[in-house]
């Protein structure tokens, strides 16, 4: 009979979920003042992005130093990535009011812009965390980055749009779910997402620290 080690797959398994339970609370926590919504993202991409990576961060004093080393930026990020959809969105909604070739391209550019908004969403934050750049050459990489690395692009949008889909598709599903996601969701959303943005991000993080 095999003794219990401590680097058992499965005590590691047990250890990775408790971190990552810890880490959805904090996150839940710092949004609570929803201006810090993009302080508190972007510390919890931080800390995946460590455990993707194969580290074993300390998950809270990660977590807060993050937020508070990245506060100003990451937060003028938020409000403008918030701006840009709510504008997106509500061109998507009038456009069905304009008949002809008018409310066609206001359909399609607000789909189109819409999908590229996404993209840039979900790398904005680990652009930063790699680059450390002024907000407007960020923005640039970002929107660089999630085309030229297409298929990881697609993956996590899958992984990140997941959660939301199955809410669309199954609320009554969404209710039972829910206390899992208030849990660990969010974090184990990003999590994964982390896994393949460390593939993406590998060889800039190589050039930045050259």
């Known amino acids: 009979m095999k003794k219990f080690k401590i680097d058992n797959p499965l005590f590691n398994l047990m250890d990775q979920i408790g971190d990552?339970?810890?880490?959805?609370?904090l996150w839940l926590v710092c949004c609570l003042p929803v201006i810090s919504i993009g302080a508190s993202t972007m510390a919890m991409t931080d800390v995946t992005l460590k455990m993707a990576a194969g580290e074993a961060p300390a998950i809270s004093r990660t977590f807060f130093r993050?937020?508070?080393d990245n506060f100003k930026q990451a937060t003028i990020l938020f409000l403008t990535l918030l701006v840009m959809g709510a504008?997106?969105?509500l061109d998507f909604l009038i456009?069905?009011?304009?008949?002809?070739?008018?409310?066609?391209m206001l359909l399609v550019g607000s789909v189109a812009f819409?999908?590229?908004?996404?993209?840039?969403?979900?790398?904005?934050?680990?652009?930063?965390?790699?680059?450390?750049?002024?907000?407007?050459?960020?923005?640039?990489?970002?929107v660089m980055i999630s085309f030229i690395h297409f298929p990881y692009t697609?993956?996590?949008?899958?992984?990140v749009l997941a959660p939301i889909l199955i809410a669309l598709w199954n609320p009554e599903f969404t209710v039972y779910a829910?206390?899992?996601?208030?849990?660990?969701g969010a974090s184990a959303v990003s999590l994964g997402a982390s896994y393949f943005t460390n593939r993406v991000m590998k060889k800039y993080k190589q050039g930045a620290s050259q």
């Open 20 to 25: 990552l339970v810890i880490l959805n609370v």
């Open 66 to 68: 993050a937020f508070r």
């Open 87 to 89: 504008i997106l969105f």
């Open 95 to 104: 456009s069905p009011g304009y008949s002809g070739f008018l409310g066609g």
């Open 114 to 142: 819409g999908v590229v908004w996404l993209w840039a969403a979900i790398y904005i934050f680990p652009v930063m965390l790699t680059f450390q750049d002024k907000f407007k050459e960020t923005l640039k990489k970002t």
């Open 154 to 159: 697609l993956a996590i949008s899958g992984i």
């Open 178 to 184: 829910f206390p899992f996601f208030a849990v660990i």
